[in-house]
């Protein structure tokens, strides 16, 4: 049986290979990936029509921040990166290489636990540098925007404390620890879907998003209930809120700090991930 290790004191990469298809949650339209080990540090990225222009997933990438993280590629944007990318990072995963055939990363579930399932079919080896993990940073970082905060103060290892606040009452506040290692994100934060609200799926649909959107990848909030029960966690909202966190700072490396949110959004932790680079 496969066991995830508890701390990221080694980096690893990929033993095989991995192919997935599936829909984008925006686009709707149908996209693929093959996912391999890499000679280089971090997660790299091509397309299926032009192998040979092999991109480096960093923040300076990032264009749209609207419901998804969206990469500038080459002339040619990516979408919905941040699944993938959290399940790579939260397993300590590095040195990899995606090829794209599509203009999103599949959705799947809307969590990230079917990527896990897949490293672990292929299996883990350890990194070129298997020590090159983690961002060191030396300052503390305060943010915010638009009633929205996030911060990171330097620590030992990372650590969230996130908070969310709806209105709807089937969400209302929700806070979530954890002490993140791979087995914890396995366990904890992995499963967690992505969610929606009934009462905004027009207006999304006319400005032509969330056509890959359905009751089997993502959770819909009706007021105080929700459309497609049972979840899989109780504060399941909250933890899916982590699982992009990780994703977007992937694109910096996951930062050795304490890090606290209140009502996180891609646009909040792309600026965090700005400064932690910076």
């Not at 092999?54 to 993280?69: E, N």
């Not at 490293?119 to 350890?126: D, Q």
């Not at 914890?184 to 027009?202: H, L, S």
Request: glycine share 8%; hydrophobic share 40%; proline share 4%.
């Amino acid at each position: 049986m496969f066991s995830w290790p508890a701390n990221y004191d080694s980096c690893y990469t990929l033993a095989g290979v991995i192919s997935r298809e599936g829909v984008g949650l925006h686009s709707g339209e149908k996209t693929s990936v093959t996912i391999s080990s890499y000679e280089k540090e971090g997660y790299y990225v091509s397309f299926k029509d032009k192998p040979n222009e092999i991109f480096k997933l960093t923040q300076d990438l990032i264009g749209s921040t609207m419901l998804c993280t969206a990469v500038k590629l080459g002339g040619r944007n990516l979408y919905t990166i941040e699944h993938l990318l959290s399940s790579m990072a939260g397993c300590g995963l590095s040195y990899i290489h995606i090829e794209v055939d599509g203009k999103e990363i599949p959705l799947l579930d809307g969590s990230a636990i079917q990527w896990v399932r897949d490293f672990e079919e292929v299996g883990i080896k350890k990194a070129p540098r298997p020590d090159n993990f983690f961002r060191e940073i030396n300052k503390s970082i305060i943010l915010n925007k638009e009633g929205s905060v996030i911060a990171a103060t330097p620590a030992e290892k990372t650590t969230i404390i996130s908070t969310i606040s709806f209105a709807y009452k089937a969400i209302g506040n929700q806070t979530f620890v954890i002490d993140l290692n791979p087995k914890n994100f396995v366990e904890m934060i992995a499963p967690a879907r992505t969610f929606g609200f009934k009462d905004q799926f027009q207006e999304l649909s006319e400005l032509g998003l969330i056509k890959g959107g359905s009751l089997e990848n993502a959770l819909v909030c009706d007021g105080d209930k929700w459309v497609n029960p049972p979840l899989r966690f109780d504060n399941e909202p909250i933890r899916h809120k982590i699982l992009d966190l990780i994703g977007d700072l992937a694109l910096v490396g996951l930062p050795k700090a304490q890090i606290l949110v209140y009502k996180g959004s891609h646009s909040l932790n792309a600026l965090l991930a700005s400064s932690l680079k910076n």
